[in-house]
């Protein structure tokens, strides 16, 4: 009984300590990868057994990020690893910017998307290309915040910045459903972020918008 509740109390602390190192690796990366002391310590907790993994694994829903090593080991190309850590950056900083409860749902309904609207969005924002931001008004930026509960506490976060960033976050979305060929699959990516929890959308629209607050 004591080592169950252990591993429950230890769960939630394990999954904070992931998560500081995960804001670590999106936005200061050089540190990451300078530090070994940080990298074996990130290791070492996605590589816990028993039933605590499976806790923690219900706990983050974080994308696991093998070593250098075990990436080779498992037949990828070491020059490959690099494009991968990024991809995997864009699909936790969107899972750790969502409330807990809701995470399930997102990797769940985003693992059910067809593979090219699975890797449109990963290979976009994974590279960060360039896009014209739309001009958006004022009184636009209004009626999107009246409307969309996801994007009301971002426009009163970024404040004087709202209708940039709104414009910009507009244009990088559509930008990644028209990079998708079949409109079938494009139809799927407009479905799927339609029918995502609030708090899911919110975390979308920051990385859209290439947030790194």
Do not use: H
């Given at each position: 009984?004591t080592?169950r509740?252990?591993?429950?109390v230890?769960?939630?602390?394990?999954?904070?300590?992931?998560?500081?190192?995960?804001t670590v690796m999106r936005?200061?990366?050089?540190?990451?990868?300078?530090?070994?002391d940080l990298q074996?310590r990130?290791?070492?907790?996605l590589?816990?057994?028993g039933?605590?993994s499976?806790?923690?694994?219900e706990?983050?829903?974080?994308?696991?990020?093998?070593?250098?090593?075990?990436?080779?080991?498992?037949?990828?190309?070491?020059r490959?690893?690099?494009?991968?850590f990024r991809i995997?950056?864009v699909?936790?900083?969107?899972?750790?910017?969502?409330?807990?409860?809701?995470?399930?749902?997102?990797v769940?309904s985003?693992?059910q998307?067809p593979?090219a609207?699975?890797?449109?969005p990963?290979?976009?924002?994974?590279?960060?290309?360039y896009?014209?931001?739309?001009?958006?008004?004022?009184?636009?930026?209004?009626?999107?915040?009246?409307?969309d509960?996801?994007?009301?506490?971002l426009v009163?976060?970024?404040?004087?910045?709202?209708?940039?960033?709104?414009?910009?976050?507009?244009?990088?979305?559509?930008?990644?459903?028209?990079s998708?060929?079949?409109?079938?699959?494009?139809?799927?990516?407009?479905r799927?972020?339609d029918?995502?929890?609030?708090?899911?959308?919110?975390?979308?629209?920051?990385?859209l918008?290439?947030?790194?607050?």
């Amino acid at each position: 009984m004591t080592e169950r509740t252990d591993v429950v109390v230890a769960v939630p602390a394990i999954a904070s300590e992931i998560g500081e190192i995960q804001t670590v690796m999106r936005n200061d990366p050089a540190t990451y990868w300078g530090n070994e002391d940080l990298q074996a310590r990130y290791r070492s907790l996605l590589e816990t057994d028993g039933s605590s993994s499976q806790q923690l694994a219900e706990a983050t829903n974080v994308i696991p990020l093998p070593s250098v090593r075990d990436w080779a080991k498992a037949g990828n190309k070491p020059r490959d690893y690099d494009r991968y850590f990024r991809i995997v950056g864009v699909g936790n900083d969107v899972i750790t910017r969502t409330d807990e409860t809701d995470r399930s749902v997102l990797v769940s309904s985003f693992d059910q998307l067809p593979r090219a609207a699975q890797i449109a969005p990963l290979n976009f924002l994974s590279t960060k290309q360039y896009v014209q931001s739309e001009f958006v008004s004022w009184s636009k930026v209004e009626r999107i915040a009246q409307r969309d509960k996801a994007a009301a506490p971002l426009v009163q976060e970024w404040g004087s910045e709202a209708p940039e960033r709104i414009g910009k976050l507009r244009a990088v979305f559509w930008a990644i459903v028209d990079s998708v060929k079949r409109d079938a699959d494009a139809d799927a990516l407009l479905r799927w972020f339609d029918q995502l929890p609030v708090s899911a959308r919110t975390a979308v629209y920051r990385v859209l918008a290439y947030d790194r607050v």
